[in-house]
């Protein structure tokens, strides 16, 4: 008798590589958005069947949920800077601006170097090998957690999550730098029922991303898909206007920013200053420092996501004035 899993899995396997041959010839820009969603979801739930429910908390929650936020947002700047934006309801089709054929060989090519080179790897890869399954294993009782991927992420490879940390910070203070200079599209005009939904589900919302926070010492979660979850907050606080940032707001976001990452290589820092390697965390303080990592460094996460949504600085109305009289 067939497996009904292998079923599933073949079904599931087809559509996701539909799904992203779909998204990339969609020749409307809306559309390609909702089959990039989508297809984040799918790939969540393959990696879900690939028992890696770490990486399927983090596609859903960054990849495909704050991702297709910031995607949506885009496009709706997009509108607004081609003049478009109340053409959409009348003719319901955006569609894609042509790309030089150098741009689409060009990155072809560099696509068809990254696949090469992955296949080359898998291909090289021992068959069966022991992994490293059995290092941390053994290291697991030093770790501070009961977790293997946050004793990883947090202690054992504590640099890696260090820098991508850094990334985002990088990230926002690009888009703030960037944006200065580009007009501003108006916010969307939402309804009532849209701000009353936005209420019903804050309170939930923030209760799910603290639990993924907290749970990650022992399970399936941490400091990346809670402070997604959590940025999904400031997100719909954001879309409903129960909050508009306001210039005086500036210092407080940019201490959430590298609060973070301030707090992550401090902690580094300390620890070298007791006389051992970076990031070595003496065994009895190791869950006291790893929690507290984590849990700033979630702050800083949804903190700079939200700002990722919402994009440009805030900044006084007579400033912006000034800005654009120069």
């Given at each position: 008798?067939?497996?009904?899993?292998?079923?599933?899995?073949?079904?599931?396997?087809?559509?996701?590589?539909?799904?992203?041959?779909?998204?990339?010839?969609?020749?409307?820009?809306?559309?390609?958005?909702?089959?990039?969603?989508?297809?984040?979801?799918?790939?969540?739930?393959?990696?879900?069947?690939?028992?890696?429910?770490?990486?399927?908390?983090?596609?859903?929650?960054?990849?495909?949920?704050?991702?297709?936020?910031?995607?949506?947002?885009?496009?709706?700047?997009?509108?607004?800077?081609?003049?478009?934006?109340?053409?959409?309801?009348?003719?319901?089709?955006?569609?894609?601006?042509?790309?030089?054929?150098?741009?689409?060989?060009?990155?072809?090519?560099?696509?068809?170097?990254?696949?090469?080179?992955?296949?080359?790897?898998?291909?090289?890869?021992?068959?069966?090998?022991?992994?490293?399954?059995?290092?941390?294993?053994?290291?697991?009782?030093?770790?501070?957690?009961?977790?293997?991927?946050?004793?990883?992420?947090?202690?054992?490879?504590?640099?890696?999550?260090?820098?991508?940390?850094?990334?985002?910070?990088?990230?926002?203070?690009?888009?703030?730098?960037?944006?200065r200079g580009l007009s501003e599209a108006p916010a969307p005009d939402l309804s009532v029922?849209?701000?009353?939904?936005?209420?019903?589900?804050?309170?939930?919302?923030?209760?799910?991303?603290?639990?993924?926070?907290?749970?990650?010492?022992?399970?399936?979660?941490?400091?990346?898909?809670?402070?997604?979850?959590?940025?999904?907050?400031?997100?719909?606080?954001?879309?409903?206007?129960?909050?508009?940032?306001?210039?005086?707001?500036?210092?407080?976001?940019?201490?959430?920013?590298?609060?973070?990452?301030?707090?992550?290589?401090?902690?580094?820092?300390?620890?070298?200053?007791?006389?051992?390697?970076?990031?070595?965390?003496?065994?009895?303080?190791?869950?006291?420092?790893?929690?507290?990592?984590?849990?700033?460094?979630t702050v800083s996460i949804a903190v700079t996501l939200a700002a990722l949504f919402h994009?440009?600085?805030?900044?006084?109305?007579?400033?912006?004035?000034?800005?654009?009289?120069?």
């Open positions: 008798m067939t497996d009904p899993f292998l079923i599933l899995d073949l079904l599931l396997a087809g559509a996701v590589i539909a799904l992203a041959i779909a998204t990339l010839t969609a020749r409307d820009l809306f559309a390609a958005i909702v089959l990039f969603i989508v297809l984040g979801l799918l790939s969540a739930l393959a990696w879900v069947r690939l028992s890696a429910p770490d990486v399927a908390l983090a596609e859903a929650a960054i990849g495909t949920g704050v991702t297709g936020a910031l995607l949506l947002k885009t496009l709706h700047h997009l509108r607004y800077v081609a003049g478009t934006l109340g053409e959409q309801a009348a003719h319901g089709v955006t569609p894609v601006t042509p790309v030089p054929m150098s741009v689409i060989w060009a990155n072809a090519a560099f696509c068809g170097l990254i696949t090469l080179g992955l296949a080359i790897a898998f291909l090289d890869a021992p068959l069966g090998g022991p992994g490293f399954d059995a290092l941390v294993a053994d290291a697991m009782p030093a770790s501070g957690v009961d977790h293997g991927v946050t004793a990883v992420l947090l202690n054992f490879r504590s640099y890696d999550t260090l820098m991508e940390v850094v990334v985002l910070l990088a990230a926002v203070i690009a888009v703030w730098q960037i944006e029922i849209w701000q009353g939904f936005a209420r019903l589900t804050l309170p939930a919302i923030v209760v799910v991303g603290t639990y993924l926070l907290w749970k990650g010492s022992e399970a399936p979660g941490g400091a990346f898909q809670g402070g997604a979850v959590l940025a999904a907050v400031g997100i719909l606080l954001l879309l409903s206007r129960l909050y508009v940032p306001h210039p005086s707001h500036r210092a407080l976001a940019r201490w959430g920013f590298v609060l973070g990452t301030g707090v992550f290589a401090g902690v580094a820092l300390l620890v070298t200053g007791g006389g051992r390697v970076t990031f070595e965390y003496p065994p009895e303080h190791a869950k006291t420092l790893i929690l507290l990592i984590e849990g700033l460094v994009g440009r600085e805030p900044v006084a109305l007579r400033a912006k004035e000034a800005g654009h009289d120069a």
